[in-house]
Each structure stands twice: as C-alpha cells, then as structure tokens.
C-alpha cells in the first residue's frame, strides 16, 4: 500500500479516550481496576474522538512536509511484525526517524496523531503492532504468549529494520511509547543506549510490575491463561514482572528521556513518572494539567509540541 497525503488535507486522528471495559465470562480474571473504579490499561478499549486537522498541531516556522505511507513488516523468531512507515518527501536523503510502541492490547492505529505530525516535522515514523498485542493484531503471536519481554524482542527488531532503511539516519533513532508501550520502550533503550538517540514516555505503565506482584506472589500461583483487564493473557506475562526491578532497569539508559504524563491519570499515576526521573540520570517530566491515561484535543496538541522541542533539540 502506498499513499501520497498532504500535511494541509490529512487528517489528524485525535488520541484515545479511555474507557471502563466490562469483564466477560472467565474462571480466572482480574478486577482490580474495576473495583478500583478506574479504567482499563487497554488502548482498543478507547473511543475515537473528533477528528483535528493536522494543519492545527504545526510549529510557526517550520517546514511542512508531504509524507508517504507504506505497510511494512519486520520479523522476529518466525513471526511477522506489521506496521505502517511514514516517509517524508523531500526533507532529505537520510531523516531522523521515530518508532511508536503502542499500548496494552492496542495497535499502530493509536499512533496515527503522532505519526502524522511528526512525518510532518521531516521524521519518519514507523507504527506497528505487537506480536500478541491484542487479539486483532495484524502481526502473528497469540495473546497468551505476549510478555513485557517478548514486546521488547519485537521492539529490538523493529530497530533493526528501521536503522537498515536507505533514507533513514541510523544515528538519529527515537523511541515513543504510550502506557504499556512506553514500559517496553524504556527498557529497549536501556538495553540499547548506543542505538536509541532519544526516548518519549507517555505515561508509561510501570506500574504493570506493582500490578503483577499484587496479583501472585509466587510463580506457582500464575494460572495458564489469566483474563487481565480485557483480554486473556498467559503464565509468561505476569511471571517475567515478580520481583522484576523495572526501575534498576531502565536506569541504564544515560542519555535524555522525556516523559509527558496527565495529572488526572486514573490508571498510571504520576508518581510512577516522577519515580523514573529520579532513576534517570537525565529525565524532564511534562505533566498536563487534567490529562488522564490517553491524550485528546489540547492534551495531544501540547504533547506533540513537547515531543517536537524535543526531538529538534537532539538531532545531530
């Protein structure tokens, strides 16, 4: 598939609204937080909004790009990763490029408002599903295989793909993730420092690792298959978290890391952002004032701007 589109005619998908999920019929479920009264981690679960003219998320005297799309796989172990690359037209033979991490149970659609404006800048963006993300994923992998960790094998070969495109500058790569997305994003990047010039955490779910221990405190406890919030996932997501230093971890990446996190987040809270600062050894945390989990309207309009200072200010 191939799409020229002009920034001045494209639409700009507003972010997701996150909804409450009612749990379906399971022997093993958690109800955490739904007896919380919070809403779920789950992106699928949101309701797209009114759609904003992409035209409206531009920065005064910078330069506006046509961009291109293209369905683009990677793989990793045997299995087919899909997603969308958007490619700047005339912004230069090699470009800084961006990979959108997607949150749990959700898709490369809910990078399409980041992808757009970002294209736009001059980045190319790749949003992809997943191996397992969710139960509509267009790449292979089954929900119940789906781990922390096997997000960020898919992640790592996805760098590997992009890093090998002709147009793209190798020494340019960032990182944005959303929620669960933004979890994988941020241990990829410790893993990876040398690889990853930049990353971009949007409220990203930490917590998943509280969440587990408060769970099973023992890997004997884990059932098979568990139906976690909406979706039936397996043994290996939760047993990868206990006693898992998610903080140790990603304190490893050195370089500036930009977190961008509402004040009204219901499902990760904002200390668990403000704990990653402390854990990074350069950090900046954008707080919105009353954003919750998932971004709409002005809240996507001031992340992008975030996002743009961001990445301006470290490319080569």
């Given at each position: 598939?191939?799409?020229?589109?002009?920034?001045?005619?494209?639409?700009?998908?507003?972010?997701?609204?996150?909804?409450?999920?009612?749990?379906?019929?399971?022997?093993?479920?958690?109800?955490?937080?739904?007896?919380?009264g919070?809403?779920?981690?789950?992106?699928?679960?949101?309701?797209?909004?009114?759609?904003?003219?992409?035209?409206?998320?531009?920065?005064?005297?910078?330069?506006?790009?046509?961009?291109?799309?293209?369905?683009?796989?990677?793989?990793?172990?045997?299995?087919?990763?899909?997603?969308?690359?958007?490619?700047?037209?005339?912004?230069?033979?090699?470009?800084?490029?961006?990979?959108?991490?997607?949150?749990?149970?959700?898709?490369?659609?809910?990078g399409?408002?980041?992808?757009?404006?970002?294209?736009?800048?001059?980045?190319?963006?790749?949003?992809?599903?997943?191996?397992?993300?969710?139960?509509?994923?267009?790449?292979?992998?089954?929900t119940?295989?789906?781990?922390?960790?096997?997000?960020?094998?898919?992640?790592?070969?996805?760098?590997?793909?992009?890093?090998?495109?002709?147009?793209?500058?190798?020494?340019?790569?960032?990182?944005?993730?959303?929620?669960?997305?933004?979890?994988?994003?941020?241990i990829?990047?410790?893993?990876?420092p040398?690889?990853?010039k930049?990353?971009?955490?949007?409220?990203?779910?930490f917590?998943?690792?509280?969440?587990?221990?408060?769970?099973?405190?023992?890997?004997?406890e884990?059932?098979?298959?568990?139906?976690?919030?909406?979706?039936?996932?397996?043994?290996?997501?939760?047993?990868?978290?206990?006693?898992?230093?998610?903080?140790?971890?990603?304190?490893?990446?050195?370089?500036?890391?930009?977190?961008?996190?509402?004040?009204?987040?219901?499902?990760?809270?904002?200390?668990?952002?403000?704990?990653?600062?402390?854990?990074?050894?350069?950090?900046?945390?954008?707080?919105?004032?009353?954003?919750?989990?998932?971004?709409?309207?002005?809240?996507?309009?001031?992340?992008?701007?975030?996002?743009t200072?961001?990445?301006?200010?470290?490319?080569?």
């Amino acid at each position: 598939m191939r799409l020229m589109r002009s920034i001045t005619l494209a639409a700009l998908t507003a972010a997701a609204v996150f909804t409450l999920i009612g749990c379906g019929a399971s022997a093993q479920r958690d109800n955490s937080f739904r007896d919380a009264g919070s809403a779920s981690l789950s992106e699928e679960s949101a309701e797209i909004s009114a759609e904003a003219k992409a035209g409206d998320f531009l920065v005064s005297g910078q330069p506006v790009y046509e961009y291109e799309t293209q369905e683009l796989w990677a793989g990793r172990d045997g299995n087919r990763i899909y997603g969308v690359i958007y490619i700047p037209q005339n912004a230069g033979t090699q470009m800084p490029a961006i990979i959108y991490s997607h949150g749990f149970g959700g898709s490369h659609r809910y990078g399409i408002q980041y992808a757009e404006a970002m294209a736009a800048r001059g980045y190319v963006v790749y949003c992809f599903d997943f191996c397992g993300g969710s139960p509509g994923s267009r790449s292979d992998g089954s929900t119940l295989e789906m781990s922390l960790f096997t997000e960020q094998a898919d992640l790592e070969a996805v760098m590997d793909m992009v890093r090998s495109l002709d147009y793209v500058d190798s020494d340019n790569l960032f990182l944005l993730g959303t929620s669960q997305g933004g979890a994988v994003s941020a241990i990829t990047g410790a893993a990876h420092p040398g690889e990853v010039k930049g990353m971009i955490l949007l409220y990203p779910a930490f917590i998943m690792v509280d969440r587990a221990n408060e769970l099973f405190q023992s890997p004997e406890e884990i059932p098979d298959t568990y139906y976690f919030m909406w979706m039936d996932v397996g043994r290996s997501y939760f047993e990868a978290l206990l006693d898992y230093d998610i903080y140790g971890a990603i304190a490893a990446y050195d370089r500036d890391v930009l977190l961008i996190h509402g004040d009204a987040d219901g499902i990760v809270p904002l200390e668990s952002s403000e704990r990653a600062v402390e854990a990074y050894a350069s950090a900046d945390l954008k707080v919105i004032p009353g954003a919750g989990h998932g971004f709409g309207g002005e809240d996507v309009r001031t992340a992008v701007d975030y996002m743009t200072e961001y990445c301006n200010s470290h490319v080569n």
